[in-house]
């Protein structure tokens, strides 16, 4: 049974940092990448990572601010979110899938999802 469990979330102010994390257990894939959807709005891409060669990609308004990582041992990835605005306020959410992508429907597993507050 695969299971893609995220951590990390909460309220932070303006400028300040978290640590997003997605334990990956079941089975192994190919790329991970982290979505967020904010009230009312589309799910939207945040970044994307190869779990073997670990190539990243990120969206253009969270390049320079977040990094996203892995741990192959610990079947984990990592969202290092620093410089946080409050228009970063949503819910995060890890995706497995088979190649790195910004589409959602072209990742096949989803965590539950996990709330990042930003306050001004």
């Known amino acids: 049974q695969v299971q893609l469990v995220e951590s990390g979330g909460g309220l932070v102010q303006a400028g300040g940092s978290l640590r997003l994390s997605c334990a990956v257990s079941g089975r192994t894939f190919a790329a991970m990448a982290w979505f967020r959807q904010a009230p009312g709005k589309e799910r939207e891409f945040v970044a994307a990572i190869t779990w073997s060669a670990g190539s990243t990609y990120a969206a253009d308004s969270v390049k320079g601010r977040f990094t996203i990582s892995r741990d192959n041992a610990k079947n984990t990835v990592y969202l290092q979110m620093n410089g946080l605005k409050p228009e970063d306020t949503a819910v995060y959410y890890c995706?497995?899938?088979?190649?790195?992508?910004?589409?959602?429907?072209?990742?096949?597993?989803w965590g539950q999802g996990t709330q990042v507050t930003v306050s001004s």
């Open positions: 995706a497995a899938g088979w190649y790195a992508s910004s589409r959602p429907k072209e990742y096949s597993y």
